[in-house]
């Protein structure tokens, strides 16, 4: 089995679960950290003439993390894609678990104790509203139906923007900080929100700086996003 993959989640999960096939991954598939295969450029710029010389049985993408266009080349290319859906936490279960049998690996122990880590979650004592901001010049948030914004819904946050009609609208700063969230949460990526960049753009409001892994990726971290994410949570709100 040859398998190239165009989701650095799903890289994680695929090299974790099936260990030797995948045989191309994005520049942006840093886990595991010692990976070592053909780089075949980014999720929304992956070299096809690349992919096709690698000869793999099946590409892995995402239906957000890549775009259709790319995809639709790689199928002419006569390459065989399966594309994933992911919009919350059970889909995601759902998801990883095809990936892993498509790619021959049998079911890992990780998903087991991710499926445990968000069924043991106790329901939130209280529900706190949050801005999420995922990019800056310009700002964007979370909006609608995203799988972070679910992640953070199970943990009893609630994103000011969950019914906008927009998954990332852009957001003026003014219109963010007028919102009055209990907290702001700032991830480290898509956009690497850090002590020094980001907080000082919202005075007076709590900041949470979480792991960009444990709330927009679906793999093994997966199973520690609840623990991990809930103390960065409560440490922001004390």
């Not at 994005?26 to 000869?55: F, Q, S």
């Not at 049985?57 to 790689?74: F, G, K, M, S, T």
């Not at 923007?161 to 209990?182: S, V």
Request: contains cysteine; glycine residues 6%.
């Amino acid at each position: 089995m040859r398998v190239v993959s165009l989701v650095p989640s799903l890289t994680e999960a695929i090299a974790r679960s099936a260990p030797g096939v995948l045989v191309g991954a994005t520049d942006w598939c840093t886990h595991p950290a010692d990976l070592d295969v053909t780089r075949i450029g980014g999720t929304k710029n992956p070299e096809v003439d690349r992919i096709a010389a690698l000869a793999p049985d099946l590409v892995i993408a995402n239906e957000e993390e890549n775009r259709e266009p790319d995809l639709e080349a790689l199928r002419e290319a006569g390459l065989e894609v399966l594309v994933t859906e992911v919009r919350n936490v059970p889909q995601a279960l759902r998801e990883l678990t095809r990936v892993v049998e498509a790619c021959g690996g049998v079911r890992p122990r990780w998903l087991d104790e991710a499926e445990e880590a968000w069924s043991a979650l106790e329901p939130p004592s209280r529900r706190t509203t949050a801005v999420v901001p995922i990019w800056r010049r310009p700002w964007m948030v979370l909006g609608r139906d995203t799988f972070a914004g679910d992640v953070l819904s199970r943990l009893g946050v609630d994103h000011v923007y969950t019914t906008h009609a927009d998954r990332y609208p852009r957001i003026p700063l003014e219109e963010l900080r007028a919102a009055a969230p209990d907290v702001v949460v700032l991830p480290d990526e898509p956009y690497r929100f850090a002590p020094d960049d980001g907080p000082e753009a919202f005075p007076g409001l709590p900041c949470a700086l979480v792991s960009g892994r444990h709330q927009t990726w679906y793999g093994p971290s997966l199973s520690e996003a609840p623990r991990a994410l809930g103390e960065a949570l409560r440490a922001a709100l004390r």
